[in-house]
Nanobody
Framework: QVQLVESGGGPVQPGESLTLSCSASELISGYETMGWFRQAPGKRREAVAC????????HYAEFARDRFYISRDNAANTMYLRMNRLTPEDAAEYFCAADSRRGLGSFRLCVSGSFGSWGQGTQVTVSS
């Protein structure tokens, strides 16, 4: 099973940007769909964005649309999440996930959250 390691989290001020990385222990070309999720203290885990090979567009949660951008670099075995115009409501532990099943698509896996592999998370703090 692939090992996923998130990095890039940290403290930022409102309005600033941050890019998270998710490094994999093996070729991510074998994982059709990958995604980012987050969980704030006392809240349920929620999907942020998911990306699937062959799809024209990734799937974004409503709060992430037009602010966050998900991408993947198969050659580097890494997935990214660029987050712009951060607000205190974006503060959370961010997790990356990967799934090797074919044909499910980014929307379906984002909604269900049923990814096969998960990272340990990276903390994002947004405060002034």
């Amino acid at each position: 099973q692939v090992q996923l390691v998130e990095s890039g989290g940290g403290p930022v001020q409102p309005g600033e940007s941050l890019t998270l990385s998710c490094s994999a222990s093996e070729l991510i070309s074998g994982y059709e769909t990958m995604g980012w999720f987050r969980q704030a203290p006392g809240k349920r885990r929620e999907a942020v964005a998911c990306i699937s090979e062959g799809e024209r567009m990734p799937h974004y949660a409503e709060f992430a649309r037009d602010r966050f951008y998900i991408s993947r670099d198969n050659a580097a075995n890494t997935m990214y999440l660029r987050m712009n115009r951060l607000t205190p409501e974006d503060a959370a532990e961010y997790f990356c996930a990967a799934d090797s099943r074919r044909g499910l698509g980014s929307f379906r896996l984002c909604v269900s959250g049923s990814f096969g592999s998960w990272g340990q998370g990276t903390q994002v703090t947004v405060s002034s």
